[in-house]
């Protein structure tokens, strides 16, 4: 999609009611989560076969809690993507979340929802300092995140060991606020033989409220149309700064959301947690059909790759399986995403 898009009635228009006239099977073919849907059925038809554990239903809350810890993180990231941008300090900004919430708790001897809020408000901000210094400096988001990434994790590792002598905060179970506090970060929910981390739900609203704002609202037509040629969007009138910057916002948001799990789940942070995770927050995104150019992708798709992350996780295991061999598929995953992505989009284009 074009910035032309972004015009009430004119190409968006068009290309709808060219989707509306094509056949079913058309139509499926040129979503882009199309591949991600693809590899899920295939890859819990492998274990549903080769993992007898994967086949007792109370497994599934276990798994689903594996895939909406990617999730979370997965949704915004792929709205990045879509916006034609990157945020590698993702995984590092979960641990500084989780982080700056107990530490300043802890060390001013405050209520634990003053830290979660000021930990919001910390979120944030690193997101939109993302944005503001990549349209500052005029520099690749990549090299922009890249750096924020080395300086959280620093930050992290230095401000944790000086204030408690130890590479994790002291444990907040005790303190005021920490019991309500855990009822809506680290709860869960009990349905028949099935357990749900709260996680579960919140990555589901999360994905809800994306694809309707990225399919349904005006701000979803903007996002495809600075990912896909940001000056002419400009030129039209779209909002490209604003845009990005809280598209980066929204990457600090839930980053936020996962470090607050993080915390009360199990009452303390390891400051050297996070580091890599980005790369699984963005193969995920790719899987679910988002390309590293920009301007195409799908919030649903970067959930189902999660999903694909949480069945493989926990179906190696149940196979009894090495799980080294899980980094390789990594990169197989990410391989053939990115070929289907291209073909699938191309195939779209062309009918």
Not at 94 to 120: D, K, R
Not at 131 to 139: D, H, I, N, R, S
Not at 265 to 279: H, I, R, Y
């Amino acid at each position: 999609m074009t910035a032309a898009a972004t015009e009430p009635g004119t190409a968006e228009a068009a290309r709808d009611d060219r989707v509306a006239g094509r056949p079913l099977a058309a139509r499926l073919l040129s979503r882009p989560e199309i591949g991600s849907l693809v590899g899920a059925i295939v890859i819990f038809a492998l274990f549903m076969v080769v993992a007898v554990p994967f086949r007792n239903v109370a497994n599934i809350g276990t798994i689903l809690y594996g895939a909406s810890a990617i999730g979370i993180m997965a949704v915004p990231v792929a709205l990045l993507m879509i916006g034609g941008e990157f945020d590698l300090s993702a995984g590092v900004a979960v641990t500084t979340s989780g982080l700056s919430a107990s530490l300043i708790a802890w060390n001013f001897g405050l209520n634990v929802w003053v830290g979660v809020v000021l930990a919001l408000g910390l979120s944030v901000a690193v997101g939109a300092f993302n944005g503001w210094l990549l349209f500052k400096t005029g520099l690749p988001s990549f090299l922009v995140t890249l750096g924020t990434f080395f300086v959280l994790q620093g930050v992290n590792l230095g401000v944790t060991r000086l204030l408690t002598g130890n590479v994790a905060t002291a444990d907040i179970s005790d303190m005021d606020g920490f019991t309500s506090a855990q009822k809506v970060f680290g709860s869960e929910i009990v349905l028949g033989p099935v357990t749900l981390k709260v996680t579960v739900l919140y990555w589901i609203v999360l994905t809800v409220i994306a694809a309707h704002i990225l399919l349904r609202r005006q701000a979803g037509n903007w996002i495809f149309a600075v990912g896909g040629d940001a000056p002419a969007a400009r030129a039209i009138g779209v909002p490209v700064r604003a845009t990005k910057i809280g598209l980066f916002m929204a990457v600090g948001f839930c980053a936020w959301l996962s470090g607050m799990h993080l915390l009360f789940q199990f009452n303390t942070v390891q400051s050297g947690e996070g580091v890599g995770k980005e790369f699984i927050f963005i193969i995920a995104a790719v899987i679910g059909g988002c390309l590293l150019t920009g301007g195409y992708g799908s919030v649903v798709g970067a959930s189902i790759g999660a999903l694909i992350f949480g069945m493989t996780q926990l179906g190696i295991n149940y196979a009894g399986w090495n799980p080294d061999w899980f980094k390789a598929f990594l990169g197989v995953m990410l391989l053939l995403a990115t070929i289907v992505n291209v073909y699938v989009k191309r195939k779209a284009d062309l009918r």
